[in-house]
Every structure is written in structure tokens, then in C-alpha cells.
């Protein structure tokens, strides 16, 4: 056990390097990106420290050019999965009682790994396997992931501080126990810094993981995995499987000793899960803790006193960094008459200033999405809005997948407001515009909060502080990260924890204490220094 009270070093956001032409950064990563592009790895399962190899595969290729192979992963069989959690539970026994210092020593280990040695490397392939630009790979998968672990570990120095009152004749104190059994993560293909923070989280707070990375980020997640190796994570403390997620859900769910989902991912996914835990509730032997961040309809609102070149800016960079592939991507925008046709004519030169192609050329601010599945459902959104009376293009609408899955930045003003692509959630470089009358603008922040099920982010570009009063108050429901006066994305750990309600989740705000309290089961003790030994108290006397 620990022998005093240790201070942890104070968590600062990491510096987001630049990557100028000529600079070291820019140097390293694209020489990274040269090596990795132009070999191939092996990805296997990897099981109470062991990896294993089920000569069951699949290729892996990068979206922006989805005919070349930069790896091959291995799939599970229940087996797997049966291994996977008799070893985290074996594992759990030493983990949960390791002192709490040394666990934090460990992630604090991983942050600086990632910050110093692996962060080209981290970069690097997050920009091959979720073609992301420089800009959105240095954010995410460095800075973001190594913000997670240095705040975590004080977040969890601040629970453990918070203790009950005592007296002179009673000492109470609270332990935060790890929950009892394993937990289960799993995370999503956009953010390399997701994908390591929900398992180092629970990690870190003495549980032990099953975690299943999407099969679009097993190229980033093993670098992840490396980095939690060489930073001293023991064996089976975090396992990590791939597969058909529906055989791994179900072999994890039905387990008695499932304590924890820890879920990034679909809406219809997350609720079907929740679902499947209520249905074994009374298989398992404490309550699973359910923990989701899900999908998003992210509003920009325009007042008439906003000025136009900051709300056009708001929208190109809101919609359609990282293809819009953001839980938090700008995707439906209301902007009054008055200010239309500027915003419009901003709008439209910026998005045809933009280059491009594949993010080793670095001056290109749009890449490919995803997958071939986001493309085509992508793409039928966009004819249908060429072919419907109440819709245009803007500006955009072409597509490509010869070589990559292409999508180009996509404008589309509707004169519906509830028009399909106001209300569904795309997950690509789509925004659709509603133009309002300047006086109604009650009425429009009234159908802003009805039109979706979603409340994960929201913005309100304004200069005149009633309004944006009015909007804080009349949206307060409907985005659980709410901007004034900016874009809806980039939340930074530490400054702006993350995280929706409604369909959007349950808020547990990542990058907090909050999130992390999920991830404990308090423990009260009290301890009495003088024990009584007579029942009787003052009121029976004569």
C-alpha cells in the first residue's frame, strides 16, 4: 500500500503542434506515414498479455485508397471472447488492489510515450486508416489521447479526496472500489483518442476491459495497444478482440460477471444494447453501469446581429473538417434572411477553395469517408436532394470511389425545415441550410430544439447578448455541449467535458470526474473508537 498522500503532476493540454512546412513534426510524420503506408502488419487478438493468432482474417486498406493493403487483423471465435474474460477476471485480483499511484504511474507513463516516441507513429497511421489530415490526426490522436490520460489520473485523485465528515468518536471515510467483474468498451472508427480513452479509463479506476475497437480503427488501435504495453499495463488487464460484434456482445452480456458497457457508437446500436442487458439483468451479479455517447443532429443558429463571415467560417469548419464525421460535425444550419447572401457567398468560396485527396498531401482539407457503406448512403442522400422540389445544392454534390470514397463538401438549403437532412443524421460532409424571416426568431429556435432526437452539440452566433440569452435558455435541452459565438466541435479535455442527451446518450461528459465516477462502486466505512456495551440509552433511566 501507498505509504503517503501523493500529489500527481498538475494535467496541462498538450501543445497542438503545427506541422509548417519545414518543421521537424511535419518531417517525422510523413516519413511514418511513407514506412507504414508501404508495408504491411499483422494485427492479432490480444489476451492476458499473449497475442493470438486465429489465422481468420481480414485485410485492412485505407479509405483514401481503399485497393492498397497496409495490414491484415485476426477475428475471434467464442473462444476468444471466453478466454478473453476468465483472464481480465483472473487479472482483476491483482489489478484492483494494486495502490492506486502505481496505476496512475502507468497512464501518466503512456501520455508521455505518446507525447514524445509514438506520437508520429499514433499520427500517422490514424491518418491512414481514418484519413484524417495532419491537423485532425495531431488533435485526436495525440493531444486528445494524452489529455485523457494526464486528466484522468487527477480526476481520480480528486474522487478519492472526497471524503465524509468525521467526529472525535467516528471515522468515516469512503473507498472507491472498482466495479465487481469486467467491463466492456466499445469504441468507434473517428476518434484514435476514443478508442483509447474508454478502456484506460475504467483501466485506471482498478477495472479490468474487454475491449472492441471498430474494424475501421484496428490499424490506430494497435499502436494504442503498444504504447499500453510499453507504458506497464499488466496482462489481462485490458483485452483486446475482433469480430463479429454481435457473437462478442453476446458472449460478453450473457456473463454473470458483466459489470460495465462503455459505449461510443450508433444510436440503434446503444439502444439495442441497453435493451440486452435489461433482458439478463437477473443473470448478472451486480447492476451493469451503461455508459454511451451515440449520435448527433449538431445545430448552428444565426442571429440577424451575427456577423456573416464568422457564421460561413462556423459552418465550413463545423460541417466539414474530418468529413463531418463527427459526433458533433455541424449538420443542419439556420441562418436569417438578412444575412443570407453573404453568408452564402463566404460559404461558397470557401468550400470551393478546398483541396481534395489523400492526407499525405498536406494541403488538402478534405479526404475520404470511411468506408464504402458511408459513401453510398452518402451519396443517395445527395441525389434525392438534386431530384426534390423543397432542396438544391449549394454548392458540392459530386462523389467518386474509384480510388477513394469521395464525397465532396456538400451544401444543401431547403426551404423545409424539416426536411430529411435536417433531421437525420448523416455522418459525412453534409450540411443543409434553413433560411428563416429575421422576426421569427422565437419561432425558429422553438423548431431548432423539436426537429431532432438528438441533443449532443449546438451553436448561436450572435452580437446582441439577449439573443444569445434566449437561445442558451430556449435550447437548454437540446445539445449537451452548447457554443456561443463559435463552431460545435472541438470540445478540450479538461475545458469543455464531452457528451449529449436524448438519443445522443447519457451525458456522462468524457474528460471528467463525472465519466469517471461511473466506473466505481463507493464503499462506506465507519469506524467507531469507543464501542458501546450497554443497549440501554438516556431516555430508558427513572
Given at each position: 500500500?501507498?505509504?503517503?498522500?501523493?500529489?500527481?503532476?498538475?494535467?496541462?493540454?498538450?501543445?497542438?503542434?503545427?506541422?509548417?512546412?519545414?518543421?521537424?513534426?511535419?518531417?517525422?510524420?510523413?516519413?511514418?506515414?511513407?514506412?507504414?503506408?508501404?508495408?504491411?502488419?499483422?494485427?492479432?487478438?490480444?489476451?492476458?498479455?499473449?497475442d493470438?493468432?486465429?489465422?481468420?482474417?481480414?485485410?485492412?486498406?485505407?479509405?483514401?485508397?481503399?485497393?492498397?493493403?497496409?495490414g491484415?487483423?485476426?477475428?475471434?471465435?467464442?473462444?476468444?471472447?471466453?478466454?478473453?474474460?476468465?483472464?481480465a477476471?483472473?487479472?482483476?485480483?491483482?489489478?484492483?488492489?494494486?495502490?492506486?499511484?502505481?496505476?496512475?504511474?502507468?497512464?501518466?507513463?503512456?501520455?508521455?510515450?505518446?507525447?514524445?516516441?509514438?506520437?508520429?507513429?499514433?499520427?500517422?497511421?490514424?491518418?491512414?486508416?481514418?484519413?484524417?489530415?495532419?491537423?485532425?490526426?495531431?488533435?485526436?490522436?495525440?493531444?486528445?489521447?494524452?489529455?485523457?490520460?494526464?486528466?484522468?489520473?487527477?480526476?481520480?485523485?480528486?474522487?478519492?479526496?472526497?471524503?465524509?465528515?468525521?467526529?472525535?468518536?467516528?471515522?468515516?471515510?469512503?473507498?472507491?472500489r472498482?466495479?465487481?467483474?469486467?467491463?466492456?468498451?466499445?469504441?468507434?472508427?473517428?476518434?484514435?483518442?476514443?478508442?483509447?480513452?474508454?478502456p484506460?479509463?475504467?483501466?485506471?479506476?482498478?477495472?479490468?476491459?474487454?475491449?472492441?475497437?471498430?474494424?475501421s480503427?484496428?490499424?490506430?488501435?494497435?499502436?494504442?495497444?503498444?504504447?499500453?504495453?510499453?507504458?506497464?499495463?499488466?496482462?489481462?488487464?485490458i483485452?483486446?478482440v475482433?469480430?463479429?460484434?454481435?457473437?462478442?456482445?453476446?458472449?460478453?452480456?450473457a456473463?454473470?460477471?458483466?459489470?460495465?458497457?462503455?459505449f461510443?457508437?450508433?444510436?440503434?446500436?446503444?439502444?439495442?444494447?441497453?435493451?440486452?442487458?435489461?433482458?439478463?439483468?437477473?443473470?448478472?451479479?451486480?447492476?451493469?453501469?451503461?455508459?454511451?455517447?451515440?449520435?448527433?443532429?449538431?445545430?448552428?443558429?444565426?442571429h440577424?446581429?451575427?456577423?456573416?463571415?464568422?457564421?460561413?467560417?462556423a459552418?465550413?469548419?463545423?460541417?466539414?473538417?474530418?468529413?463531418?464525421?463527427?459526433?458533433?460535425?455541424?449538420?443542419?444550419?439556420?441562418?436569417?434572411e438578412?444575412?443570407?447572401?453573404?453568408?452564402?457567398?463566404?460559404?461558397?468560396?470557401?468550400?470551393?477553395?478546398?483541396?481534395?485527396?489523400?492526407?499525405?498531401?498536406?494541403?488538402?482539407?478534405?479526404?475520404?469517408?470511411?468506408?464504402?457503406?458511408?459513401?453510398?448512403?452518402?451519396?443517395?442522400?445527395?441525389?434525392?436532394?438534386?431530384?426534390?422540389?423543397?432542396?438544391?445544392i449549394?454548392?458540392?454534390?459530386g462523389?467518386?470511389?474509384?480510388?477513394?470514397?469521395?464525397?465532396?463538401?456538400?451544401?444543401?438549403?431547403?426551404?423545409?425545415?424539416?426536411?430529411?437532412?435536417?433531421?437525420t443524421?448523416?455522418?459525412?460532409?453534409?450540411?443543409?441550410?434553413?433560411?428563416?424571416?429575421?422576426?421569427?426568431?422565437?419561432?425558429?429556435?422553438?423548431?431548432?430544439?423539436?426537429?431532432?432526437?438528438?441533443?449532443?452539440?449546438?451553436?448561436?452566433?450572435?452580437?446582441?447578448?439577449?439573443?444569445?440569452?434566449?437561445?442558451?435558455?430556449?435550447?437548454?435541452?437540446?445539445?449537451?455541449?452548447?457554443?456561443?459565438?463559435?463552431?460545435?466541435?472541438?470540445?478540450?479535455?479538461?475545458?469543455?467535458?464531452?457528451?449529449?442527451?436524448?438519443?445522443?446518450?447519457?451525458?456522462?461528459k468524457?474528460?471528467?470526474a463525472?465519466?469517471?465516477?461511473?466506473?466505481?462502486?463507493?464503499?462506506?466505512?465507519?469506524?467507531?473508537?469507543?464501542?458501546?456495551?450497554?443497549?440501554?440509552?438516556?431516555?430508558?433511566?427513572e
Open positions: 500500500m501507498g505509504k503517503g498522500f501523493f500529489n500527481v503532476p498538475i494535467a496541462v493540454n498538450e501543445p497542438v503542434k503545427g506541422y509548417a512546412p519545414g518543421s521537424p513534426e511535419r518531417k517525422a510524420v510523413l516519413q511514418a506515414y511513407k514506412d507504414m503506408f508501404n508495408s504491411k502488419i499483422d494485427v492479432p487478438l490480444y489476451i492476458n498479455g499473449n493470438v493468432e486465429t489465422g481468420n482474417t481480414r485485410t485492412m486498406s485505407p479509405p483514401h485508397d481503399h485497393q492498397h493493403v497496409v491484415t487483423y485476426h477475428l475471434a471465435e467464442q473462444a476468444h471472447i471466453d478466454d478473453a474474460i476468465a483472464t477476471l483472473e487479472a482483476r485480483k491483482s489489478w484492483s488492489q494494486m495502490p492506486w499511484e502505481q496505476r496512475a504511474g502507468i497512464f501518466l507513463r503512456a501520455a508521455e510515450l505518446i507525447a514524445g516516441p509514438y506520437r508520429a507513429k499514433i499520427n500517422a497511421a490514424t491518418m491512414i486508416a481514418q484519413s484524417k489530415t495532419i491537423h485532425q490526426a495531431e488533435i485526436d490522436s495525440a493531444c486528445e489521447l494524452i489529455d485523457f490520460l494526464r486528466f484522468n489520473v487527477q480526476f481520480m485523485t480528486d474522487i478519492y479526496a472526497e471524503q465524509p465528515e468525521s467526529t472525535s468518536d467516528a471515522w468515516n471515510r469512503i473507498e472507491y472498482p466495479l465487481e467483474g469486467f467491463t466492456y468498451a466499445v469504441t468507434p472508427f473517428n476518434f484514435t483518442a476514443i478508442a483509447g480513452n474508454l484506460a479509463c475504467m483501466a485506471l479506476m482498478g477495472n479490468v476491459v474487454v475491449w472492441k475497437p471498430s474494424d480503427q484496428i490499424y490506430s488501435a494497435k499502436v494504442i495497444m503498444d504504447v499500453f504495453k510499453e507504458a506497464g499495463v499488466p496482462a489481462g488487464v483485452n483486446v475482433f469480430g463479429d460484434p454481435v457473437m462478442i456482445t453476446n458472449t460478453v452480456m456473463s454473470p460477471d458483466f459489470s460495465g458497457l462503455h461510443t457508437g450508433s444510436t440503434f446500436i446503444f439502444k439495442e444494447l441497453w435493451k440486452q442487458i435489461g433482458n439478463n439483468i437477473h443473470n448478472y451479479k451486480t447492476y451493469p453501469r451503461i455508459v454511451g455517447e451515440t449520435g448527433g443532429k449538431d445545430f448552428i443558429v444565426a440577424k446581429s451575427a456577423n456573416a463571415k464568422q457564421v460561413a467560417t459552418i465550413v469548419r463545423g460541417a466539414f473538417e474530418f468529413q463531418g464525421q463527427k459526433c458533433s460535425a455541424a449538420s443542419r444550419a439556420y441562418i436569417p438578412s444575412l443570407w447572401k453573404d453568408v452564402k457567398s463566404y460559404v461558397i468560396e470557401d468550400v470551393n477553395s478546398f483541396k481534395i485527396g489523400s492526407p499525405e498531401d498536406m494541403s488538402n482539407f478534405i479526404t475520404a469517408v470511411i468506408h464504402e457503406g458511408s459513401f453510398d448512403k452518402l451519396a443517395k442522400y445527395i441525389d434525392q436532394a438534386k431530384s426534390d422540389t423543397d432542396a438544391e449549394l454548392v458540392g454534390g462523389y467518386d470511389k474509384s480510388k477513394g470514397y469521395f464525397i465532396e463538401p456538400t451544401v444543401i438549403v431547403t426551404s423545409n425545415p424539416k426536411y430529411t437532412t435536417m433531421c443524421e448523416l455522418f459525412g460532409p453534409v450540411i443543409t441550410i434553413y433560411v428563416y424571416e429575421d422576426d421569427t426568431y422565437a419561432e425558429t429556435l422553438k423548431l431548432v430544439d423539436e426537429t431532432s432526437e438528438y441533443a449532443l452539440t449546438g451553436a448561436i452566433l450572435s452580437t446582441d447578448r439577449y439573443a444569445a440569452t434566449q437561445a442558451t435558455e430556449a435550447l437548454q435541452n437540446a445539445a449537451g455541449n452548447f457554443y456561443i459565438n463559435d463552431k460545435p466541435t472541438g470540445a478540450v479535455v479538461g475545458q469543455q467535458p464531452f457528451g449529449g442527451a436524448r438519443a445522443s446518450g447519457t451525458n456522462d468524457a474528460g471528467s463525472q465519466n469517471l465516477l461511473r466506473w466505481v462502486s463507493p464503499r462506506m466505512i465507519k469506524e467507531t473508537f469507543v464501542t458501546p456495551s450497554d443497549y440501554r440509552y438516556p431516555f430508558l433511566g
